[in-house]
């Protein structure tokens, strides 16, 4: 079973920047693509950003030039720095971490959802 632990989010004024971090644990043999989504009051689920193991990434077009993801493998953990905040960046940030565990000597693909952290942006 795999785990993911969400920090950084919080209140901060329009312009103002946040970095998220997530944090994978478990049984983690493998790490493929690490994203971070975000959901607002009546919205549905929208990718915010993600990155591959091989360091491509990919991010929605309301954020690119303002958001950047980036990832440590050797910590298993996989960053958002957010600068730039809008009102409309409000909303809460879940991480997503899809990989391959490990356990009793069998591999199974499994993707994990990180618990959620509030991001809100007003003056």
């Known amino acids: 079973q795999v785990q993911l632990v969400e920090s950084g989010g919080g209140l901060v004024q329009p312009g103002g920047s946040l970095r998220l971090s997530c944090a994978a644990s478990?049984?983690?043999?493998?790490?493929?693509?690490m994203g971070w989504y975000r959901q607002a009051p009546g919205e549905e689920r929208e990718l915010v950003a993600k990155?591959?193991?091989?360091?491509?990434?990919h991010y929605a077009d309301s954020v690119k030039g303002r958001f950047a993801i980036s990832r440590d493998n050797a910590k298993n953990t996989v960053y958002l720095q957010m600068n730039s905040l809008k009102p409309t960046d409000t909303a809460v940030y879940y991480c997503?971490?899809?990989?391959?565990?490990?356990?009793?000597?069998?591999?199974?693909?499994?993707?994990?959802w990180g618990q959620g952290t509030q991001v809100t942006v007003s003056s």
């Open positions: 990155i591959t193991s091989g360091s491509i990434t």
């Open positions: 997503n971490v899809k990989g391959s565990s490990r356990s009793y000597g069998i591999v199974h693909d499994f993707a994990s």
């Open positions: 478990g049984s983690i043999f493998s790490i493929d693509v």
